[in-house]
Antibody
Framework: EVQLVESGGGLVQPGGSLRLSCAASGFTVSSNYMSWVRQAPGKGLEWVSVIYSSDNKFYADSVRGRFTVSRDDSRSILFLQMNSLRPEDTAVYYC????????????WGRGTVVTVSS | DIVMTQSPATLSVSPGGRATLSCRASQNVDRYLAWYQQKPGQAPKLLIYYASTRAAGVPARFSGSGSGTEFTLTISSLQSEDFAVYFCQQYTVWWTFGQGTKVEI
């Protein structure tokens, strides 16, 4: 079965760090374009970061310089290292896979909750 | 950034009825437009991509249309499981989402 499972969320103080993981099954992350998308409580969806199969990486302005996306090809796991966290980073974080040949997101994980609060 | 504006914010429809949801882009996105359905406590689910292509396993009662800056998602005969929030997303320049339309009874 093709699926994504996120982990690593939790409560962290402002200025702190967290590393999110996203384990893929049924496909390999290295062969696909993978993104992180977040959803603040009661709000809409915001794209955060993408990593291409070429290993090129891009970020939303709101997280550039603080967040880093990476992957472990041998274990087919996607990561999001989040530093200098702010209260406005509080959200459910989803990892997603892009449709092959298109850029919509066809597979989503169930999400992991990140809360930034003192 | 390309801003996506959805209307209405809330749509009240009877089971078996027809729902028409609108999405407008602040600039031309060609046909690079997707629709997602999200139920409470769940991740979004892809319904439509490239403006009108149904994703795998999506019932035929869901259809998408439009190009450029104006798009529509139509649900032809609402089933109980269709009551949810629907988001549009452009992917011409990075990715941005609309604020959502809640379809309720």
């Amino acid at each position: 079965e093709v699926q994504l499972v996120e982990s690593g969320g939790g409560l962290v103080q402002p200025g702190g760090s967290l590393r999110l993981s996203c384990a893929a099954s049924g496909f390999t992350v290295s062969s696909n374009y993978m993104s992180w998308v977040r959803q603040a409580p009661g709000k809409g969806l915001e794209w955060v970061s993408v990593i291409y199969s070429s290993d090129n990486k891009f970020y939303a302005d709101s997280v550039r310089g603080r967040f880093t996306v990476s992957r472990d090809d041998s274990r087919s796991i996607l990561f999001l290292q989040m530093n200098s966290l702010r209260p406005e980073d509080t959200a459910v974080y989803y990892c997603t896979r892009e449709v092959t040949g298109d850029d919509a997101f066809d597979i989503w994980g169930r999400g992991t909750v990140v809360t930034v609060s003192s | 950034d390309i801003v996506m504006t959805q209307s209405p914010a809330t749509l009240s429809v009877s089971p078996g009825g027809r729902a028409t949801l609108s999405c407008r882009a602040s600039q031309n996105v060609d046909r690079y437009l997707a629709w997602y359905q999200q139920k409470p406590g769940q991740a979004p689910k892809l319904l439509i991509y490239y403006a009108s292509t149904r994703a795998a396993g999506v019932p035929a009662r869901f259809s998408g249309s439009g190009s450029g800056t104006e798009f529509t998602l139509t649900i032809s005969s609402l089933q109980s499981e269709d009551f949810a929030v629907y988001f549009c997303q452009q992917y011409t320049v990075w990715w941005t989402f609309g604020q959502g339309t809640k379809v309720e009874i």
